[in-house]
């Protein structure tokens, strides 16, 4: 049977949420943690994304975050399949990394956004792993970030938890507060009840009564759709690829006829195809291809290597 296709929208928020294959502790060491972090900084970057909490355990992670650009699946696919390159990679492993395709739950922006930070920031605390008065100082929950605004990179927001939470400031106070909450919340079932802590990973969608009605003729729309809307959804994809592949070509004065005529290991080609990987979630397939650049391993070894070693010019004319 066809697996179902992702609702995506323009500024659609998301509880983004998966396992170690076989529940297996991909996360065991701080290194992996790490690097993890790092594919969701260099994943913000090349999609826009912004994440409103997170957290990393052992065997799996929780990620509550906004898409303006429509661009869950194509973000997902890169994070996800970039680390479990670089996770096998280092440890000489194969195979797969996860237990099969992420869990991507539709959620409310107004009802359900806030709660599901205070889920993902309470997690070690439900785990057992550390007590709330210790939380500000886990390392692997944004609660720090929240606490600490010098931390926090341009992708993270926490202005969700803060506003639910009482409409708390931005502030030093504000933040205060805020942990006093977390800390109440952890001790008051009911209150954990009234916000749905229990429907947080489960079925698909998180939020109030109305949300859910409205998502449910959303998802009957998409039936039957699937393989249009797919089409659909990566010819917008590459319709970004495009756009800024013609931007860089400005950048450095050539002509888009200059793509056929040039060999394709130019090194102003792969400036070009090396400024695209970085900013989105381009495919070497698709390199390849609009770009003349021979087949997608080439590419692939070529940009790489190039990355390592770039010509400092043209890599600033491309800034």
Request: charged share 25%; proline share 5%.
């Amino acid at each position: 049977m066809a697996r179902p296709l992702r609702m995506e929208s323009e500024a659609g928020v998301y509880h983004v949420l998966n396992r170690g294959n076989y529940r297996a502790d991909i996360f065991r060491t701080e290194k992996a943690k790490a690097a993890f972090m790092k594919c969701l900084d260099e994943a913000c970057g090349k999609t826009g994304w912004q994440v409103h909490a997170w957290c990393i355990m052992s065997n799996h992670y929780h990620l509550a975050l906004s898409t303006p650009r429509a661009n869950l699946v194509d973000g997902m696919s890169w994070l996800q399949g970039t680390f479990s390159v670089r996770f096998n990679r280092l440890r000489n492993e194969h195979g797969h990394l996860f237990q099969g395709r992420y869990k991507s739950l539709v959620v409310d922006p107004d009802a359900g956004l806030g709660p599901l930070c205070h889920y993902i920031h309470l997690n070690p605390v439900r785990a057992r792993l550390c007590q709330c008065t210790e939380l500000p100082a886990w390392r692997w929950t944004s609660l720090g970030w929240l606490t600490v605004p010098k931390r926090r990179p341009a992708w993270y927001d926490p202005r969700p938890a803060l506003e639910q939470a009482g409409g708390l400031p931005d502030t030093p106070a504000g933040r205060r507060k805020y942990l006093e909450y977390l800390a109440w919340l952890s001790e008051d079932e009911p209150a954990r009840k009234k916000q749905r802590f229990d429907e947080m990973s489960q079925g698909w969608v998180i939020g109030g009564g109305e949300f859910a009605k409205a998502m449910v003729r959303e998802n009957r729309e998409l039936t039957g759709h699937g393989r249009r809307l797919a089409a659909e959804m990566q010819e917008a994809r590459e319709a970004v690829w495009q756009e800024e592949l013609a931007r860089l070509l400005r950048k450095l004065r050539r002509k888009p006829e200059e793509l056929i005529r040039t060999g394709k290991s130019a090194d102003w080609k792969l400036a070009i195809a090396a400024a695209l990987k970085e900013r989105t979630t381009v495919t070497n397939r698709w390199l390849a291809t609009a770009m003349h650049m021979g087949n997608l391993h080439e590419v692939s070894r070529k940009v790489n290597a190039w990355t390592r070693q770039p010509d400092v010019a043209l890599r600033k004319k491309l800034q």
